[in-house]
């Protein structure tokens, strides 16, 4: 309901100033996957229908680009770094984005799918480019994002194993690099431990794997609102704050780090109500 009241509001001031709509529509954090219920309207938003899935889950996708590799992007999408794809198939980068952005709440995911040029951080979280983009040296030499370039493969069928039926990846290599290499290593952030034991653990199907990982997105963002109230609403103390970390169980910097992220996807209509809430309390408050 929100996503749709900011889409109206966004509609009217874009049409009172004459200006034309942007083909990813970017409100409070959010990105509009639609903007209306009719598939033919679609158009109207700059969308297009794909028709295959390049990469089928996110187990596929670990399985393609490897355990490692798979555990340093995963890291960075969940820590809120800015997360390049550049290649020439624009089908193929639109596949991986749908299911890499499955890691995080809605509000956390801004998304510029397929670009000629390099769009700053603060813009996307996610973005496309074409082979001939120039990416400034200060990113890719940067901790806070990773960049995976999709090369032709060098051999007619990369994975003759395991992807016999993926045409369109084998055709490709994958080629992962990033200004902090060492995440890999790191063992705090809880929630990709939990995700890559269940990608890891054939005996689920993804159908549950995939309700995993709703469960556990659901359990961090009750932690990003829990933290939110204590912080922003009540004003509570340094001291208390990381006592109220260790309950939660995401003292860690790691874990830190995420709940500051994923508290930019607290929509603006939940932080107002919170807010006047505390400003405007019930009669029987006041009583009391």
């Not at 109207?44 to 996110?58: E, H, K, N, P, Y």
């Not at 910097?253 to 505390?278: C, R």
């Amino acid at each position: 309901a929100d996503l749709e009241e900011e889409c109206a509001v966004w509609e009217s001031h874009e049409e009172e100033e004459g200006r034309p709509r942007p083909q990813t529509e970017v409100l409070e954090g959010r990105e509009l996957s639609k903007c209306h219920t009719e598939s033919s309207a679609l158009s109207d938003c700059g969308w297009s229908i794909r028709r295959t899935a390049v990469f089928r889950s996110l187990r596929h996708m670990r399985q393609v680009l490897g355990a490692s590799a798979f555990r340093m992007l995963a890291w960075h999408i969940l820590m809120g770094n800015q997360v390049i794809w550049k290649g020439q198939d624009r089908e193929l980068i639109q596949s991986a984005f749908d299911v890499l952005q499955a890691m995080l709440p809605v509000g956390c995911v801004r998304v510029i799918p397929y670009s000629e040029k390099y769009e700053d951080a603060y813009r996307c979280n996610f973005l496309g480019l074409s082979p001939q983009a120039e990416i400034p040296p200060h990113v890719q030499s940067s901790e806070f994002a990773v960049m995976i370039e999709v090369r032709t493969a060098p051999r007619s069928n990369l994975y003759p194993v395991l992807f016999v039926d993926d045409e369109p990846l084998s055709k490709y290599e994958f080629v992962l690099t990033s200004g902090s290499p060492v995440a890999t290593d790191r063992v705090g952030l809880t929630i990709l431990n939990k995700i890559e034991a269940a990608l890891s653990n054939e005996n689920l199907s993804m159908d549950v794997v995939e309700q995993c990982l709703v469960c556990l997105k659901e359990e961090w963002m009750n932690k990003v609102k829990v933290l939110f109230k204590f912080t922003k609403v009540d004003s509570r103390p340094k001291e208390d704050t990381q006592k109220l970390l260790g309950i939660l169980g995401a003292s860690e910097e790691d874990n830190i780090k995420l709940l500051k992220f994923w508290m930019t996807g607290l929509s603006k209509t939940y932080k107002s109500h919170l807010m006047s809430s505390v400003r405007s309390p019930t009669s029987s408050e006041c009583r009391n």
